[in-house]
């Protein structure tokens, strides 16, 4: 996706991100919350958007990418079509959270924190998504699935790819 | 009487369903829709609404349906399925469903011991109000305690009440919370913030998103007073991304606060003003720690700052700021309407009150508990949480977190106050209670929580930052069966050196579950060292999948089920495991009906 060979494709690209720079004063303390916004609408941190945030409110690009770097919520690469959130919270890794996850990534053939080669499927470890009666647990999307065995995981993938009859 | 009972008609009834994060993720939506189809369908007049955690996570979903006469009954485990038999027989027919009801006032249930021990003042109304609504909150007594603060008492009366309650901070460290507060009001300045960390990061731990997504009014009341005691008219709070649906509550509750004139200016008529925003974090554990906490609301990375001067002197940008968690201020309101003497009457000597426990891990009932102070950790573990879900022998509680430790089964005498915990080497902390029985290698438990303080450390402390790396590759080396003589000892050394030379909570806590677990469970270590062995049989370079011959009837259940194809033999005869393949997932112990594989 080339954003700034054509001018037309170039401001209907930048947009989303117009509309959230203007809901801020763009100070050190909107940075987080400027950064959220932008994840939530572009999937992730593109380099060509914060460039043009520092670009547009003076932040310099080491507060930017400091931040950017800092805190595990923010990516720099897009992520698959659906993000698989395991917990590796302590209740599920005492329920066997860990066995889950190489489930998955042999599933998947991905390592953790990698993405499929069709696309479809990121698979990440989270912390804790605190619902440790239902341990283990991962999130696909917003969707929860808990009380996971192996096999368990297995076949909620292998459901993914059947629906669509692939 | 239940809120909105008073003005249903005889024959009318109510259906709540539990929609905390747990009961949503345990398919509530798909339940409220049933029942929603339901009285559609019948055209019975009842009332369908919703409410946060109701405690019993491991019951969920939860229902409960109130008839006319304000008499209760909640069913647990709750499908779409048993949701159109409970509507059909209960509400239409008039006969409720015994077999599935968890609690009821007229009944006596299985599941009664699991609230008999608690003592509800934090989550007096989690579970019992729609959280959405902040006319049931007020129904039941929210805002009455500031309006009691702003109407009849000075702040530092406000300030002298909290004191004498005895409440401490429930973040962990259990600093006086009315000492707090005085500190941020004798600082003299024209501005001055509340800050709530709602950051709850400890893994295994979910009571402040319990309070934020089933009562929030508790938490925005506390902050009020706070303000009010202070001297601030502005606070944040600083929630978990993580917790979405927490944040869109907080969010509604806020606006119907500004709405109804309790947020704002000149609340109530006084001179007293106060208004709240929320801070989403971004995910850093670090930010549980007050001063990373205000960098990180600063808009900066989230890195502790030197302390002195303390955050009631200079705070957030730069002034006086008091912090204290989301269960701390949930406990101000009834102590500022009930008295601190009241409040007082719950715990021992030095811990007042009541605590919060997100009871997790291999318990049989775990949930959201909360009990006073002073009860035995077997109370809470068999009595109310009836013991370990596997049936096997307990072992040890993990309690506080990455700053935590184990507190081994022969400690289980230890009572619930902030010095009796802290006397075994755990922390109280916020409240996470891990609970683990003998198939949990305690060695793997420590590199657990090294691995994860080790990607949280934010590195401003070199002991933080590399020797919490150091210890993790000792850990994992031990797990692997490549540890070697003297690792405890350097283990050891380097606990004492990062406690001792790191700047915050984080890194003086780091060491914690090594060094409980070193405490404890010390054989444990030797024998994956000197033996090469892991006594629980969970570390996988030191186990075995075998099949044994004479329990294997070939029922090829196994083999087919290995993802590595490392199980072979013949249809009716006994199977065998090529250990030099097997990557010992479990996944055939797990099939296996025969108990014919064992780990050795």
Known sequence: ?166 | MRIGVSNMKKGDFKIIVGLGSCGIAAGGNKVYEAFKANIEKSNKPVTLDETGCMGMCYKEVLVEVIDSDGKSIIYGEVTPEKANKIFESHIIEGKPVIEWVVKADDMETSEDAFFNKQMRIVLRRCGAINPESIDEAIAMDAYKAIEKAIKTMTPEQVIEEVLNSGLRGRGGAGFPTGMKWKFARASQDSKKYIVCNADEGDPGAFMDRSVLEGDPHSLIEGMMIAGYAIGADEGYIYARAEYPLAIQRLKIAIRDAEERGLLGKNILGSDFSFKIKIKEGAGAFVCGEETALLGSIEGKRGMPRMRPPFPAVKGLWDKPTNINNVETYANVAYIILHGAAEYAKYGTEKSKGTKVFALAGKIAKGGLVEVPMGMQLKEIIYDIGGGTSSGKKFKAVQMGGPSGGCIPADLIDTIIDYDSVNQTGAIMGSGGMVVMDEDNCMVDIARFFLTFTQKESCGKCTYCRIGTKRMLEILERITKGEGKEGDIELLEELCANIKKNSLCGLGQTAPNPVLTTLKYFRHEYEAHIRDKKCPAKQCKALIEYKILEDKCIGCTACSRVCPVKAISGEVKKAHKIDSSICTKCGACKATCKFDAIIVE
């Open chain 1, 1 to 166: 996706m080339s954003n700034k060979c054509c001018c037309n494709e170039r401001s209907h690209y930048f947009d989303k991100f117009d509309k959230i720079l203007a809901k801020y004063e763009g100070k050190e303390a909107d940075i987080i919350p400027i950064l959220q916004n932008i994840q939530e609408a572009y999937g992730y941190l593109p380099q060509d958007i914060l460039d043009e945030l520092c670009d547009r409110t003076g932040l310099h690009p080491s507060q930017v990418m400091g931040v950017a770097t800092f805190y595990s919520q923010f990516r720099l690469k897009p992520t698959g079509e659906n993000l698989i959130k395991l917990c590796f919270g302590t209740a599920c890794h005492v329920n066997g959270a860990e066995k889950v996850a190489e489930a998955l990534a042999d599933e998947l053939k991905i390592e953790i924190g990698g993405t499929t080669d069709d696309g479809r499927f990121t698979l990440e470890t989270v912390a804790c998504l605190g619902c440790c009666s239902l341990a283990p647990v991962m999130m696909i999307g917003d969707e929860t699935y808990g009380r996971l065995t192996p096999d368990k995981a297995r076949k909620i993938i292998r459901g993914f790819y059947e629906n669509r009859g692939e």
